[in-house]
């Protein structure tokens, strides 16, 4: 499949690894893309400095400058604070993929490289970069630590603190209601024996715990 669905569009790859730089840019050339290639941080900015790309692919562990203090250096420029970054790496450990975004790279790619994930990475990172410039954010310039900032798609949602889930808050409200007092001054639990069926429908059910919603309804045990 060939087509010019990155046609007018420069994009510069930057790989320490030839071969990955040669393979790449082949294939970007059958969407219409013009292609720069650098193989370290510094021969990156020089590559701008010249010719001020669409989208950028950059490499995280290379020799003279990585892609992180390259990014650090894009971002920190005016001219080029807002261009689209694609983290385009091997390094698929966990939790390197949000890392990548809340330091600032618009995309990421793991390789080795699957086509439609290219364009589609690609696309996504050059509407993303122009979000952040109609808000006039900077990608990234909240902190690596992404505090403030929102999580992005497929980030783990933060743990909830110790004695705060949902089942337990059921369990604490459940019993509240039946603490409730009645009419005649006296606690639910503490009326008579002789009290009527009319009094003790008053007393408010306990509600499924959150566990017994997820596992056939079953309700918690006090």
């Known amino acids: 499949m060939e087509g010019n669905e990155l046609k007018d569009h420069v994009i510069l790859i930057v790989d320490d690894e030839p071969e990955t730089v040669e393979v790449t840019a082949m294939f970007l050339d ?5 292609t720069l290639k ?3 941080g510094r021969e990156a900015l020089d590559k701008i400095g010249e010719k001020t790309p669409t989208v950028v692919l950059l490499d995280l562990q290379m020799p003279v400058m990585d892609g ?19 983290a385009f790496t091997a390094n698929v450990t966990s939790g390197i993929k949000y890392k990548a975004l809340i330091s600032g790279f618009n ?20 509407e993303a970069a122009a979000e952040a410039k109609s808000k006039g954010e900077v990608p990234g ?38 603490q409730a007092v009645k009419p005649d001054g006296k ?7 002789g009290a009527t ?22 309700k918690d045990q006090d």
């Open 197 to 218: 069926d009319d009094a003790k429908s008053q007393e408010a059910p306990k509600r499924p715990g959150f566990l017994g919603g997820l596992f056939g309804g079953r």
């Open 107 to 126: 995309g990421y790619i793991p390789k080795p490289m699957h086509p439609p994930t290219i364009l589609f990475e690609i696309q996504r990172a050059m």
């Open 68 to 86: 992180w203090e390259t990014l650090k250096a894009i971002r920190a420029s005016d001219e080029t604070a807002y261009l689209p970054v694609v």
């Open 38 to 40: 650098a193989h370290h």
């Open 141 to 178: 310039s909240r902190g690596e630590d992404g505090e403030g900032a929102p999580a992005p798609s497929g980030a783990p949602s933060p743990a909830k603190p110790s004695g705060t889930s949902s089942s337990s808050n059921d369990k604490t409200k459940a019993a509240e209601q039946t």
């Open 30 to 34: 059958l969407y219409g893309a013009t």
């Open 187 to 193: 606690p639910a639990e503490k009326q008579k024996e």
